[in-house]
């Protein structure tokens, strides 16, 4: 079984070097895909033969074309801004900081807006969607990202 795992690891480190961005958005798509069949199964306790398909396909499609470009875009930009010449714990701290309160609220508005879209809402339909959930999503996240995101630390 290491052998596999090994071999396994050694192409996705090839495949992201060579071609990070696709590998971002491959391995985003194939997350949230996962996720998402996740979400069904566990938590709206749906049967795994009755998932809605093309709910996980959006899902996994806004993994492809936009989460995964995104957050390599943004985590690569946040490699040149915040200098590595720090103290390890500062490093971390000023990412999730630029992170959670640059890109988070910007990005919650795309993401958000894009699965609405997706979903067939029209853009008044989505303007209101974003009015009524938008603060939820965005305390939501600051509830559980920072802490992911500095869980290193530990």
């Known amino acids: 079984m290491s052998v596999i795992f090994k071999i396994i690891k050694s192409g996705y480190k090839t495949a ?12 985003a798509s194939l997350l949230m895909g996962a996720g998402d069949v996740i979400a069904q199964c566990a938590v709206e306790n749906v049967p795994l033969n009755s998932i809605n398909l ?3 396909a959006e899902f996994s499609a806004l993994g ?5 470009p995104t957050l ?3 985590y690569g930009r ?4 915040v200098s590595p010449k720090q103290v390890a714990w500062k490093v971390s701290i000023k990412k999730a900081s630029l992170d959670q309160f640059l890109f988070a609220p910007a990005f919650i508005v795309l993401f958000t807006s894009s699965i609405s879209v997706m ?9 209101e969607r974003l ?3 938008y603060t939820t999503i965005l305390k939501t996240n600051y509830i559980i990202w920072p802490a992911a995101q500095l869980s290193t630390l530990l």
Request: net charge positive; no cysteine; charged share 25%.
């Open 64 to 68: 492809l074309f936009l989460v995964g």
């Open 78 to 81: 946040l490699d040149r801004i």
């Open 72 to 74: 390599r875009f943004w």
């Open 119 to 127: 979903q067939g809402m029209n853009a008044e339909s989505v303007v």
């Open 54 to 56: 093309r709910r996980t």
């Open 131 to 133: 009015k009524s959930e």
């Open 16 to 27: 992201l070097r060579r071609h990070p961005i696709a590998s971002q958005a491959v391995q």
